[in-house]
DNA sequence: AAGACGAAAGTGGTTGA
DNA sequence: TCAACAACTTTCGTCTT
């Protein structure tokens, strides 16, 4: 597993993420009219013509509004564009029976028209074979999702990510299911919900260190830009599973914000922090949890989180009497 | 007996020559 | 391509409650 995890500071300076995350003025000319350009994928500055960064992924409406009153036109009604059928969730239905949209039985004489109406629209409707591949592809996402019990808004984005990688022709050579693994997995640390590649690879049907090569794949291909995950995001999923309060999560809060700022956590597994943040502000709050049990559900050793908590305890300068 | 501790060796990936 | 390297894991014997 373990996808390697480099300091901050030399993340940032070799691939300058944030910088482009928070882009408000062109490096060019210090104008400020830096916008996106959705419709060619590129963010770009409207006074000089600097295209700041051409891989900007679409992640707004499929169309544009340019006031409050098109906005308001412009959002249709209806299912909105679906990225999660592989039609985008516009395609037409067909019923089997054999009524017309009023529900009049269709005459005999006529049946012979529909059958064949339904036959080319089933055959369009999954006509090629990147049609079709994306068809198995939702599917398997839909299961590993709702198996993970996952929000829609990242099954969405899962989905987008997958959809971009069919584009760019990435999937050759890797499965469907490791690509869509893949897929998951940073569609989540895109929302901030991260799962870590072992919760992924344990419903999914193809192994850790496999989905994790295709995400490095997908990453750097489709240029994600997806920082380092942080401890914080994974702190209140542990602890809910560890049946801790809400004082326990403030604490631990509280105490990773700590040991960022005394510089602890740079280059650091998140995990193991965040293991070791539970681990302390339980015994803080009065409703310990073992080592053990923490590590389980934070899928790292006892021996890391023994690691971590030391080194942050001694710095906060917090001692932990037993 | 359960939990915590820590030393030592092993693992898989990154980095830099 | 390869060795050095950092973080993390595995394993195991010891100590503490």
């Known amino acids: 597993m373990k996808l390697g995890y480099v300091k901050m500071e030399n ?36 006074n000089c013509g600097l295209v700041i960064d051409d891989q900007y992924i679409d992640d707004g409406p499929e169309w544009r509004a340019f006031d409050a009153k098109q906005k308001e036109k412009r959002s249709r009604t209806g299912a909105p564009m679906n990225y999660l059928s592989h039609d985008k969730g516009l395609s037409t239905q067909i019923s089997w029976k054999n009524k017309d949209a009023y529900g009049r039985t269709i005459p005999h004489k006529n049946r012979g028209q529909i059958y ?28 590993l999702s709702s198996k993970m019990g996952l929000p829609r808004s990242i099954r969405e984005t899962a989905a987008m990510i997958y959809r ?99 510089g602890l956590t740079s ?9 070791a943040a539970i681990y302390i502000s ?10 053990r049990a923490i590590a389980e559900v934070a899928g790292v050793t006892e021996v890391t989180i023994r690691n971590r908590y030391k080194e942050i305890a001694e710095e906060i300068g917090i001692t932990i009497e037993t």
């Open 116 to 143: 064949r109406v339904r036959k080319w629209h089933r055959r369009i409707r999954v006509s090629n074979a990147t049609e079709r591949n994306l068809a198995t592809a939702l599917r398997e996402l839909d299961r």
């Open 282 to 291: 339980s015994i803080l709050e009065g409703d310990p949890r073992t080592q």
């Open 164 to 262: 971009k990688a069919v584009e760019k022709n990435l999937i050759r050579g890797r499965s469907i299911e490791t690509v869509i693994a893949s897929s998951l997995y940073a569609g989540c640390r895109k929302c901030d919900v991260p799962r870590t590649l072992t919760e992924i690879s344990n419903v999914a049907q193809a192994d850790e260190k496999q989905i994790g090569r295709a995400y490095r794949f997908l990453s750097r291909e489709l240029q994600l830009k997806l920082l380092p995950t942080k401890p914080e995001n994974y702190l209140k999923r542990f602890c809910s599973k560890l049946d801790l309060d809400r004082n326990v999560v403030n604490k631990g809060e509280n105490i990773i914000e700590q040991a960022n700022k005394l």
């Open 11 to 46: 993340r940032l300076k070799e691939n300058p993420q944030k910088k482009i995350e928070k882009i408000q003025e062109c490096p060019e000319c210090s104008s400020e009219h830096v916008s996106k350009d959705y419709h060619r994928g590129e963010l770009l500055c409207e």
């Open 267 to 275: 280059g650091k597994g998140p995990t193991g922090i965040a293991a």
